[in-house]
């Protein structure tokens, strides 16, 4: 893929469904699956889309380090959320994040929110580098596209925790690959996609390639 084609980025949004109706799910106590359908996904410049820069300040720039580290040709899995102070109504998160509740592993917490922002499920056990930053404990798992599969609306949704979240334990994971693998597991032409119910404000998902990534942010 050449330069120009990975300065570009991968956009499709859901269609009948909006971020209020996956937190309403929420509400039941069972968790389980929520159908979005998608619309025609849209190919942007990345100079027109905002890239959310969670991650990667100097205060908490934990992705910052492995995004360095890749690879200018991969590119990364990223979940499209609902953002009322961007110009597009909507930004893009760099990779998966979330908080482990009282009780909870890092790579147990990692899974849901795969689910949750996603729409994925992992098929491998992963390892994730952990680290303390003062009072903060995070973990940091970076996985291949093709260790996971889109969630099919048969599967079984993953039992969640009742317990409150730490602010204090945290986890984010890169769902990363060549923008082939990361097509193929995706399928573009896929109309309907399952996401675990959640609060995140998630209205549909992104392709980002690292060059994108380091040129906005670890320069």
Known sequence: MSTEETKHVHVGLFS????????AAKKCKARH????????????????????????TSKAGFLRDKIEDMDNNEW???????????SSMWD?????TGKCK??????????LELE????LRCVNKIQGTHFINGDQERTIFKIHVESTLPIEKD??????????????????????????????VINKSKKNRYYSCNNDNIIGIAFVSVETIKQRFCR
């Open 116 to 119: 949750e922002e996603l729409g």
């Open 76 to 86: 990364i899995v990223c979940p499209v959320q609902l953002n009322e102070n961007s």
């Open 33 to 56: 699956y929520v159908n979005a359908k998608m619309t025609e996904w849209r190919v942007f410049p990345d100079t027109l889309v905002t890239l959310s820069s969670y991650g990667f």
């Open 155 to 184: 599967d079984m949704p993953i039992s969640g925790s009742a317990e409150k979240e730490l602010l204090d334990k945290k986890i984010a994971c890169l769902i990363h690959g060549s923008f082939e693998d990361v097509e193929r």
């Open 92 to 96: 893009i998160q760099i990779g998966v």
């Open 16 to 23: 009948n469904i909006r971020h209020k109706a996956l937190k």
């Open 102 to 111: 009282i009780g909870q592993e890092p790579y147990e917490a990692m899974l």
